[in-house]
Structures are given as C-alpha cells and as structure tokens.
C-alpha cells in the first residue's frame, strides 16, 4: 500500500519548462568559434616488413627469425627516442608448384610486420636508413602525428571559446546592447586535419641479392610535417533586449 504523501505533496506545481527558445524580454543569441592551429608534430611512427625466402621451411623460419631480432635490436638500440614497439602480424606461407602431379611446396615465404613509435626525432633518420639497410628489409612512413593529450588540442578549444565570445559580444553591439549569460555550450569535435602521408622511405629497402657497401650509408634527412589542429564549438547567449 502507497503511503499518503500529503496534501503539500499533492498540490506542488510542476516545473516550468526552460523555454528553448529567446523571448522579446530574454533574447538569445547563437554563434560559432572555430580554431586552426599548425603545430609541430609530436610523433612519428614507421613500419617495417621483414622478410625471408627459401626451398627449406626451417631455413626460411630461421632466417626470418634472425633478421626479425637484427631489426628489433636496431630499433631497441635507440632506447627512450622509441616510445612504442610491437610486432602486428607474422607469417609462413608454402608457394606450391605449378607444374607436374600432385601438391609439391616450391619455396617458403616468410613475412614479419613490426611497428615502432619515436617521440625523438633526431635519432629517426639514423633508425630509418639503418633499418633499409638490413637485408631484405623494408620501412614504411614516416606517418607524423600528435599525442591524444597534446596541449594544441586544448588551446585550439580554448582559442574557439575566446571566438565565439568575441562573436557574440560583436553581434550585441550591433543592436547596441550587451551579452548577459552563456546559455549553451556545445564542442563539435577537435581533430588533427592533416592528412597522415608518410614521406617516401618506401623505397628504402635492400635486396639480399645486391651489392653490400663496405661504408654505414648516411642517414638520410626527414623534415617532420607541420600538423593542422582544427577545434569548433557551438554557443548561445542570452542578450539585454536592444532598442529596435
């Protein structure tokens, strides 16, 4: 059984609604601030495909094995520079003959994907053209980015606040009034807008087949890529009512 509340209870008025909409006596006001900002970037990730080949499955998992540490101690070597380093994806893959009867493996195939982070980039060109040089080695990127919490994401937010105040404010002044609260904020989202292109080390590889150099190659120059940070948000404003 429901207890009885009470007659206070029972005649309390309902809450009035907010209105969502400006009336003649409130009126309100809706902007938009953006922010684009071009920062530095603040990581650069590489990937490397290590591979091996041969008639023998054993040989080939071996060489495979071999030339995976030889790229995992190059990239380890440069120790606090490498903020992050797995290996994504290995395999084995048995390439069967063509010709004649019945299913005979013809060679083996071994593919090993490894992907490492730098914060420093000045040990990224040693790493990179190191990483080429190795046999039958090959990198990828480098793919320049930001940290999730890099301080551009906040002072795009920031500088798109300040601009929709600014907005507001200069709207008011054109009906000669003033802004008097902020009724709404809404963040419409902050990203990185720069697309992630990776320079053209891709053809830094080295076929186990070619010619050894008797001399380290110099490591090769990469200039990191401006990043574009864009932030936008949605306010509204109540206003003192203007004089029309």
Known sequence: MTPDTGPADRHTPATTPAVPYGTPDTPRIAVRGEAHLEVAPELARITITVTARGKDRRQTLTDLT?????????????????????????????????????????????????????????????LVTALADLDLTRVDGPWWSLRPTSPAHRAARRQAVREAVQRAREYAEALDTTVTALVELADTGTEDTHPRVPQSTRALSRSAYGAPTEDEPAPIDLEPQRQHVHAQVTARFTMAPPRL
């Open 66 to 126: 071999q030339r995976n540490a030889r790229a995992l101690d190059l990239v380890k070597a440069h120790g606090d520079a490498v903020e992050h380093l797995e290996t994504s994806a290995l395999t084995i893959t048995p390439e069967l003959g063509r010709h004649g009867r019945g299913e005979r493996t013809r060679t083996h195939h071994g593919l090993v994907h490894i992907t490492a982070v730098l914060g420093d980039f000045s040990a990224l060109g040693e």
